[in-house]
């Protein structure tokens, strides 16, 4: 951040009085400016044994797959948002269940929300942001092709309760490992049964 958005004059980054962390401070007008993680929804939106995957038509990892999800808007519930980010992208309507997943990335200043969901019917396409969206059992998955670690990790758990025959809500985060390989730690916390 360069500029203030109150008064348009440069920002400084330091720790304002009273605080204990770097902000973005306004010399001029004495605005702090407050960056905090974003918060992703989305859903497991299943149907008949079988679950809604979409293949982004967008970067990050452009024509991989993933669950539909994406950052919260202003003036709605993470329900809300999960079933917005559903209809957008696989362009089909969805009965949000109970909460699945919360991860933490803390390597990109984001909280993951994943709901259970049941489509609504069997209609669905690709959204603008993505180029395909299927219906897949789970030996049908592309592991190899699955776009994001919290997406593979969310999957992962869902299949292991679903052959258990329980879902638990689950917690936890995942970290990027140094290096320049693509390699992840993940720490999870089980709670109650759904």
Not at 39 to 54: D, K, Q
Not at 131 to 139: G, S, T, V
Request: net charge negative; glycine share 8%.
């Amino acid at each position: 951040m360069n500029f203030c958005s109150h008064c348009g004059e440069a920002v400084t980054l330091r720790v304002p009085d009273g605080d204990n962390l770097p902000r973005h401070v306004c010399d001029a007008c004495g605005a702090v400016h407050y960056q905090n993680p974003k918060i992703v929804v989305g859903c497991i939106p299943e149907w008949e044994e079988r679950i809604l995957l979409c293949k982004r038509a967008i970067e990050p990892r452009y024509g991989l797959w993933t669950l539909p999800a994406g950052f919260m808007e202003n003036g709605e519930t993470v329900q809300q948002g999960a079933a917005r980010e559903t209809l957008e992208e696989a362009r089909a309507e969805v009965a949000i269940g109970p909460l699945y997943v919360l991860f933490n990335l803390p390597h990109i200043n984001q909280v993951y929300m994943l709901f259970r969901a049941r489509l609504e019917n069997p209609e669905f396409g690709p959204g603008a942001e993505s180029l395909e969206a299927r219906l897949m059992r789970e030996d049908e998955i592309p592991w190899d092709e699955i776009a994001f670690p919290v997406i593979a990790e969310s999957l992962k758990l869902y299949y292991g309760d679903r052959a258990a025959g329980r879902f638990r809500l689950r917690s936890g985060h995942i970290e990027r490992l140094p290096g320049p390989e693509r390699r992840f730690r993940t720490s999870i916390y089980v709670h109650a049964e759904n």
